[in-house]
């Protein structure tokens, strides 16, 4: 459903371009939740906006393609953005809470999105609207009340279903729940699991919380300095990681339903991507570096069935 093929994004800075986003290809097929993994800065967040063709000078889209049911979704005009955006996928930010129109009621906020693209009644779009909050967990009577008039966690089941709306095929969510407490994250990720599962659509997964990926994960991509460094599904990936940085990462959470610990699997820190390390990106940090490691890119391999990783170890 979703292509992504060899896509390029720099960020254009006085010191030369910032290599954000360095030939990165995978693909999402309906129904799938498909995850991207990596610390901060790897890259995740962009290609979330480079699909969704947000993204604003000094960001660029470099190179690579990207299909979505088999248009090129970075050939598509101002009209052709406005139906792929909302109508065939929608997207859920971290701060999206936040940026409720504070005074709108809900369901205005949800009916604008509607009378916008499906030209409703106004009675059958109120209803609509009605009917997503319910659909999110929250008492349809409350469409009429004000963003400050609910918490945190139902202000974001609000984003989500503004976000499903027009019942897209493909979501994407960036850190969807992140800024809200444990409990409430489960929640919500379980709720938009079963609605995943009534509706149909997929979901492209970003978070830099592993435990919660792992969960809620048909399969994930590890982004490591603006590659895909392994690829695999995520319970493959969580009980075989291969790559030495997926073993970093897995080794900083002791267990999938246990406390969650902060990064300290990793010694050093993301390397400059204005000139990335030469070789495998990740081999000033790699405690397995060899010699060949600092001159030849490895390139990602399919190791075993479905499972892919760019590393000289195999
Ligand atoms: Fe480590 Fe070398 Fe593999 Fe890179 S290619 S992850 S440096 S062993
Ligand atoms: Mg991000």
Redesign the pocket.
Same mark, same amino acid.
């Given at each position: 459903m979703l292509e992504v093929e060899k896509l390029h994004v720099r960020y254009l800075t006085p010191r030369g371009p910032v290599r954000a986003v360095d030939g990165v290809s995978f693909n999402i097929t309906p129904g799938e939740v498909f995850g991207l993994a990596g610390e901060s800065g790897s890259g995740k967040s962009t290609i979330a906006h480079a699909i969704m063709r947000l993204l604003h000078p000094p960001a660029v889209i470099t190179g690579g393609q990207v299909h979505f049911g088999g248009d090129d979704v970075l050939d598509m005009d101002d009209d052709e953005l406005n139906e792929f955006r909302w109508g065939q996928v929608s997207m859920v930010f971290q701060s999206a809470m936040n940026a409720l129109n504070p005074v709108l009621t809900v369901g205005e906020q949800i009916t604008d999105v509607i009378d916008r693209h499906l030209h409703l009644p106004k009675k059958e779009a109120r209803e609509r609207a009605a009917f997503l909050l319910d659909l999110v967990g929250i008492e349809p009577s409350r469409i009429d009340s004000y963003p400050h008039q609910l918490s945190g966690g139902m202000r974001q089941r609000v984003v989500i279903a503004i976000a499903l709306a027009l019942n897209p095929p493909l979501m994407i969510m960036d850190e969807p729940t992140t800024a809200l407490d444990v409990v409430v994250q489960k929640e919500i990720m379980q709720q938009i699991e079963q609605l995943k599962e009534k509706m149909g659509f997929s979901i492209l997964f970003i978070t830099h919380d592993l435990s919660l990926m792992v969960e809620f994960s048909d399969r994930i991509g590890v982004m490591y300095a603006g590659e895909i460094v392994e690829l695999a599904p995520a319970k493959e990936l969580f009980e075989n990681p291969l $790559?030495?940085?997926t073993q970093g990462l897995m080794n900083s959470f002791p267990s999938i339903t246990g406390p969650k610990v902060k990064l300290t699997g990793i010694p050093g820190a993301p390397p400059d991507m204005v000139e990335p390390p030469s070789g495998?990106r990740? $081999?000033p940090r790699?405690p397995?570096?060899?010699e060949k490691?600092s001159t030849i890119v490895?390139r990602l391999q399919e190791i075993k069935p479905e499972h892919f990783v760019a590393?000289?170890?195999y």
């Open positions: $790559h030495p940085y495998c990740f $081999h790699c397995h570096a060899m490691c490895p590393c000289h170890l």
